[in-house]
């Protein structure tokens, strides 16, 4: 093996006159929010110019291709990472970058951990899988206008703000919620989602729409958290970060009010909100009952 695990170049030769170019953020954005921000939009429905450099100013390892002295392609590349993979007219050959690109990453990568590819659009899926890489999950981006409109919590529950004091409940909660769920192949530790929730309560308790569209649903009988549903705003739009029903209170509307509550909050102030949810999850029957539409399919893939 190749000198596993050491840091990318400015400048990697890959042979055949093809080269990666590491380009700064700022310059690396240029290429980046045409093609592939916006050649790709109807995957993620928006992708906005401030998101798309915050994105690059926190992966900070993107190269453009290039074959001789044209610029063909970019990717976000570093060991065991890759992501964002796109091509440049009138250069063609999408599946001939991705594979030389593979085989670099097997040189440079440490053999005992898993190659990670992030957001391949489904219709590249083939185009990996033909090099040995399985897919990981699959998720959908999912989206509906905002309207004024009734949201009825059944009874037996009752609704509250999101509380620094429940913050261990709620993690307890989206567990056990994500374990009953046989859409979820990987579930993150405890201490992840207390990180998750107070990234709300932190960054967006102050926002009074994101505040009121995020609610905790009680069960009366015994004051246990049985339902949450936190928001964050993401490109100019409201996004569901978590919607999670115990499993022994689903199938009693609880999910309906968490949703019909957020689109009728969020009314007062945007035209559409959104969720991303992972394929095969039956809530996607719910979602699409309220009127949410499904955009193409995106995967994170692995190769080990």
Not at 14 to 33: A, H, N, T
Not at 130 to 143: A, D, H, K, L
Not at 250 to 266: E, V
Not at 278 to 293: M, P, S, T
Request: proline share 3%; charged share 25%.
């Amino acid at each position: 093996m190749h000198k596993q695990a050491q840091s990318l170049n400015n400048l990697i030769d890959l042979g055949d006159g093809l080269k990666l170019v590491y380009q700064e953020p700022k310059e690396y954005i240029r290429y980046y929010s045409i093609y592939y921000g916006q050649k790709y939009a109807d995957y993620y429905f928006r992708r906005s110019s401030s998101t798309l450099t915050e994105i690059t100013s926190i992966f900070d390892c993107g190269y453009l291709i290039m074959k001789d002295e044209n610029t063909i392609g970019g990717v976000f590349l570093k060991p065991n990472f890759m992501s964002d993979l796109f091509v440049v007219p009138p250069y063609e050959d999408y599946k001939g970058l991705a594979h030389m690109l593979l085989n670099y990453l097997k040189k440079v990568s440490k053999s005992d951990e898993k190659i990670i590819l992030r957001d391949i659009v489904e219709e590249h899926i083939p185009t990996y899988e033909q090099v040995g890489c399985q897919v990981q999950e699959v998720n959908y981006w999912m989206i509906r206008p905002t309207q004024s409109m009734k949201s009825t919590l059944p009874d037996g529950y009752s609704s509250k703000s999101v509380l620094w004091e429940d913050i261990n409940e709620i993690a307890s909660l989206i567990m056990r919620s994500y374990k009953a769920n046989q859409a979820y192949k990987q579930i993150g530790s405890k201490e992840d989602y207390i990180e998750h929730i107070k990234e709300f309560i932190e960054k967006y308790k102050d926002n009074q729409i994101m505040d009121k569209c995020s609610r905790v649903i009680t069960d009366e009988s015994t004051n246990n958290i049985v339902g949450i549903c936190l928001h964050m705003e993401f490109e100019d739009y409201p996004l569901i970060m978590s919607l999670a029903v115990d499993a022994e209170h689903q199938y009693k509307g609880l999910g309906r009010f968490l949703l019909t509550h957020s689109i009728n909050i969020s009314s007062k102030e945007y035209p559409a909100t959104r969720l991303a949810v992972i394929k095969d999850n039956r809530a996607i029957k719910l979602y699409e009952d309220l009127g949410f539409i499904k955009n193409k399919s995106i995967a994170d893939m692995y190769l080990m």
